[in-house]
């Protein structure tokens, strides 16, 4: 008799701290996720552009420091580093962009973002968080405080970082060629969220391998022999020189690389001439190259300086008057999430928010620096995490009507905050927990 009434209190006992700790969660998440909707109306009426993330940086290390750790500001220009160490165990990094983008907002809120700003030329331009970085802050400011408030609940150290200018793919970069990864705790792995607009807020969004493509730019200057519009047989014209290129360029993914390998090949801007009846000297393009694979953009560009070459031995161009084709030196590399890793972090999602709310993506084209932090001689194992950003009733009328969401840098983009913030603090927090614990 007495054993069955000792039995019988495990299980009691167990339940009641379990609950506890479920509630001690839930509770710091309703409250950061309280906390964080403020502090993100607040960056999202405040955008600072790429490079020139003073105050919002200020704003982030106040976040870390309240949370207790130990703080580093302005390293390699804004970026903000913080580490909290709690016992020994699992180094994981969790990394937020910044900064904003020159578009003037349309979406009629109260907290719309009325702020313009000089860029370096001189020109004044209407600045707004059209890529849902003022999410990604707010979520990665309560995790952090979350985690700080359940110590008791995990060991290890976090590597955290406010990362500039992702925008224009350079605050990355900086961050570790000025020792991220030697001057502080070298992590395990390092995860990341992006909104995504096409998927409902509650949900998020994950896959193993690729996510977001490589970029890379290439410029064209093709050369001519230039004089009157009238006398084209006294010339050699560089604007038809370039129109053969921009068509033959057409062919390198279509019959130069395998269809099952994503590739984009685009021509965003063509200069020459000045008018109507003058044969320029000269015509300069700039391409976008987007890609997965090193041997693939490898192709790619060998084939770009082949036909730029060809089209103007065809026209008559001497040897040394050849397109000059160059390469941009600066890349955005694929984001390539670690298999192992998504895995896991997949079955840490489906505790917290069930396995109904994680939706197999597809790869996108787009570009994302956070492929550098798992491009160094580190190898750190990676993670980018979309978070659906789109209310539920609004995409059911959107999808009645035959339409989609505002997409990522729309003037117009307009997430559900709230709910898309809680759901990012309550996922990320629960894979930081699941990394450190199992």
């Not at 700003?117 to 309560?142: L, Q, R």
């Not at 895995?343 to 069930?354: D, L, N, P, V, W």
């Not at 729309?410 to 699941?434: A, F, H």
Request: net charge negative.
């Amino acid at each position: 008799m007495k054993l069955r009434k000792f039995l019988l209190v495990i299980p009691i006992f167990f339940s009641m701290n379990v609950f506890s700790q479920t509630t001690v969660f839930e509770l710091e998440v309703m409250k950061q996720t309280a906390a964080m909707t403020v502090l993100c109306r607040d960056l999202h009426q405040t955008p600072e552009l790429s490079l020139q993330e003073f105050e919002t940086a200020e704003k982030m290390a106040a976040e870390l420091q309240k949370a207790g750790f130990e703080v580093t500001e302005n390293f390699g220009g804004n970026n903000v580093v913080g580490v909290l160490k709690n016992g020994e165990g699992p180094v994981i990094m969790l990394r937020t962009d910044m900064d904003a983008l020159p578009v003037e907002e349309k979406t009629g809120l109260p907290y719309t973002s009325t702020k313009k700003v000089k860029t370096d030329d001189g020109n004044e331009v209407p600045v707004m968080h059209a890529c849902g970085h003022d999410i990604h802050m707010s979520v990665w400011a309560g995790t952090v405080q979350t985690l700080a408030a359940l110590k008791n609940q995990w060991k290890g150290t976090l590597l955290v970082i406010a990362q500039q200018a992702e925008e224009i793919s350079g605050g990355a970069g900086l961050a570790i060629e000025n020792g991220l990864f030697t001057r502080f705790p070298k992590p395990g792995c390092a995860l990341a969220f992006h909104i995504n607009p096409e998927l409902e807020s509650g949900k998020i969004g994950l896959v193993g391998g690729p996510v977001f493509a490589g970029v890379k730019t290439a410029e064209i200057t093709v050369f001519g022999k230039g004089g009157h519009g009238a006398y084209p047989e006294k010339c050699i014209d560089p604007i038809v020189i370039a129109s053969r290129i921009v068509l033959d360029l057409q062919t390198i993914v279509s019959r130069e690389i395998s269809p099952l390998e994503p590739v984009v090949v685009t021509v965003g801007s063509i200069h020459g001439g000045t008018r109507p009846n003058i044969i320029p000297d000269e015509v300069k393009m700039e391409l976008t190259l987007r890609y997965y694979s090193d041997e693939a953009i490898a192709k790619v560009i060998a084939a770009i300086k082949r036909i730029s070459r060809s089209a103007a031995e065809m026209a008559g161009m001497p040897t040394e008057k050849l397109p000059l084709v160059t390469i941009e030196n600066a890349e955005t590399p694929p984001v390539i999430n670690n298999e192992e890793l998504s895995t896991k972090i997949k079955g840490f999602a489906t505790e917290i928010i069930g396995a109904e709310n994680i939706v197999k993506t597809m790869p996108a084209m787009v570009g994302e620096d956070f492929g550098k932090y798992g491009r160094t001689a580190e190898n750190i194992p990676i993670c980018l995490i979309w978070l659906g950003s789109t209310n539920p009733e609004l995409m059911k009328e959107l999808n009645a009507q035959g339409k989609k969401p505002f997409p990522l840098h729309s003037p117009q983009l307009n997430p559900d905050y709230e709910k898309t913030i809680e759901t990012g603090i309550r996922v990320m927090t629960e894979n930081v927990l699941g990394l450190m614990n199992k």
